[in-house]
């Protein structure tokens, strides 16, 4: 049987950005290994429009990062026990 993580290592902030014009929000996670996470929900994201996630993984400069063993690009379409799953798995990079 295959042992799963699911805890948050080490510190992580999170930011939250309101985005009326797109009807929806931006959370953006930065977690003690240097990446972080940007977890968003509008009308212009991948699933938001059906109340559903987006996330990205990003660099230690807040820019997005497309290689990780994360993505290569951008997830949508999530729930958030998706979301969760994923931001621990970058925690552990």
Do not use: W
Request: aromatic share 8%; proline share 2%; glycine share 12%.
């Amino acid at each position: 049987m295959q042992s799963e993580v699911n805890a948050i290592q080490g510190g992580c902030t999170i930011e939250k950005f309101d985005m009326p014009e797109l009807n929806g929000y931006q959370l953006v996670y930065k977690f003690d290994n240097g990446y972080g996470a940007s977890v968003v929900k509008h009308d212009m994201s991948y699933g938001g429009k059906d109340g559903r996630y987006e996330v990205a993984v990003l660099d230690n400069e807040g820019a997005l990062c497309y290689d990780t063993p994360i993505t290569g690009n951008v997830i949508g379409h999530l729930n958030m026990s998706e979301v969760d799953k994923i931001l621990v798995n970058i925690s552990h990079l």
